[in-house]
């Protein structure tokens, strides 16, 4: 499956961002769909995930409250709705899917990423 992430940009501390990625060349509803990101010299962490249904969906504890993820299988997109943005939100977002092969084993597939920036 190939992901293209969008609706990154410059925002002041304290707006909103609605970010938006697409799945192209695969079954969407076969994969949990997800959100990372990475600051610079920072490792990439975990933000949210939604099931395939979405039904359900698991937050960095830090971000429950703030961020809120959702999707759309008929049209193959996750988004995910930033709220209350903070300086130490600023980092690349990427979206990701994973496809769950069997209880011990896993795909995952990436987008490029798109850039938040929150100034202070």
């Known amino acids: 499956v190939q992901l293209q992430a969008s609706g990154g940009g410059l925002v002041q501390a304290g707006g909103s961002l609605r970010l938006s990625c697409v799945a192209s060349g695969g079954t969407f509803r076969n994969y949990i769909m997800g959100w990372f990101r990475q600051a610079p010299g920072k490792v990439r962490e975990f933000v949210v995930s939604i099931s395939r249904n979405g039904n359900s969906a698991v937050y960095a504890d830090a971000l429950q409250g703030r961020f809120t993820i959702s999707r759309d299988n008929a049209n193959y997109m996750v988004f995910l709705q930033m709220n209350s943005l903070k300086p130490e939100d600023s980092a690349v977002y990427y979206c990701?899917?994973?496809?769950?092969?069997?209880?011990?084993?896993?795909?995952?597939?990436w987008g490029k990423g798109t850039q938040v920036t929150v100034s202070s």
């Open positions: 990701n899917a994973v496809r769950t092969l069997s209880a011990q084993a896993r795909m995952d597939f």
